[in-house]
């Protein structure tokens, strides 16, 4: 969420029932504006609210020159002090992270024993040896940082048209985007994973019949497994917003103002994902 209109969008994502208390609401603007001008970014935003035993982990991050391959990670457990949250590249260290059966406990030094799954040999379509599970130690400071990557990869959402893709390769903020419309606003395919993208570019673009070189490079979230199922759509008429809520990672709420560039997401959760969505339908 940006810090532009951080309280504005806080105030539209309490239709689905996330919210901070008004000494966290000052806390948290007031530090990342600090923390904006102490690292000269161009944008700040508030990412959300890890759930933990002791304290609770809050994330922010920022960018300098591209919104999505230059985004800085912070956490905090005050609201106001700002941690840089270590770059995460082991595969181990990922799988550890969704395997860990214990809740976070808000100490970033806790180490934790974590066994991950064995390994089949496989050969001619058989299983001819299952290798012995490996234990990895887990630092959860590493653990806070692969799980806010992969909810960010799995469940972060922009609309369509509000990022930029610049000639020479880089992501910004559309200063032109002025919202989707009426027409718009209730299709998922107007609806952006904020994040790089996974698929070719030629399957993107071949979906739309009215395609943008420039705004569709990123992936749509009607696209992503299980099919109609990941994301919830609700519209608050009324108000003219539209709420999309994660499935997969319960707590991810995104929202969009209809007719205005003002948008954006807010996690509150523990860390968990959902295993049982499949299970719900």
């Known amino acids: ?3 532009e209109y951080f309280s504005e969008g806080l105030e539209c994502l309490m239709y689905c029932g996330l919210k901070l208390s008004p000494e966290q609401r000052i ?4 530090s990342l504006i600090v923390l904006l001008q102490e ?3 161009s944008g700040m935003y508030f990412w959300g609210r890890i759930t933990a035993v002791k304290n609770d982990y809050y994330i922010a991050f920022g960018y300098t020159n591209d919104c999505l391959k230059d985004r800085k990670y912070f956490y905090s457990v005050d609201q106001y002090q700002w941690q840089l949250l270590p770059f995460v590249q082991s595969p181990k260290i990922f799988q550890a992270t969704i395997l860990a059966p214990e809740p976070f406990i808000g100490d970033p030094s806790l180490q934790t024993f974590v066994k991950l799954d064995p390994t089949f040999n496989i050969v001619a379509n ?3 040896s299952i290798g012995r599970p490996e234990v990895i130690k887990l630092k959860e400071e590493e653990r806070l940082a692969a799980i806010v990557f992969i909810i960010s990869e799995e469940s972060a959402i922009c609309p369509r048209g509000a990022l930029y893709k610049m000639v020479d390769g880089r992501v910004i903020p559309n200063q032109m985007f002025r919202g989707l419309n009426d027409l718009q606003i209730d299709n998922l395919s107007y609806y952006q994973l904020y994040r790089l993208p996974r698929n070719d570019l030629k399957s993107n673009l071949s979906k739309r019949s009215d395609y ?3 705004i569709d490079f990123l992936d749509t ?3 992503v497994i299980p099919l109609s199922q990941a994301f919830s759509l609700n519209m608050q008429r009324n108000e003219r917003i539209s709420i999309i809520k994660s499935c997969i990672w319960l707590g991810m709420t995104f929202f969009h103002k209809l007719g205005s560039r003002k948008h954006g997401f807010l996690y509150l959760g523990n860390g968990r994902k959902n295993f049982d969505l499949l299970f719900m339908y």
């Open 1 to 3: 969420m940006n810090v």
């Open 27 to 30: 806390l948290i603007e007031n």
């Open 39 to 41: 690292n000269r970014f």
């Open 126 to 128: 058989q299983v001819v």
């Open 212 to 214: 943008n070189y420039a």
């Open 221 to 223: 979230i009607d696209g």
